[in-house]
């Protein structure tokens, strides 16, 4: 367990990091919509794929 937790745990936070980073600078790209309609439709894009899996399989 201790292993996979030394590699999951720094490639979740790099993969966090890049996310984050990129839409910060998409966001000043995009003035069309809200700063919270924004990052909502950031969230749901990026979380619908896991939920639909889930319910999937």
Do not use: D, E, K
Request: net charge positive; glycine share 6%; hydrophobic share 65%.
């Amino acid at each position: 367990m201790l292993p996979w937790v030394i590699v999951a745990a720094p490639v979740i936070c790099v993969f966090g990091l890049a996310w984050g980073l990129l839409n910060v600078w998409m966001r000043r790209r995009t003035a069309a919509v809200s700063t919270v309609q924004y990052w909502v439709a950031c969230l749901a894009a990026s979380l619908v794929p896991y939920v639909v899996g889930f319910f999937l399989f």
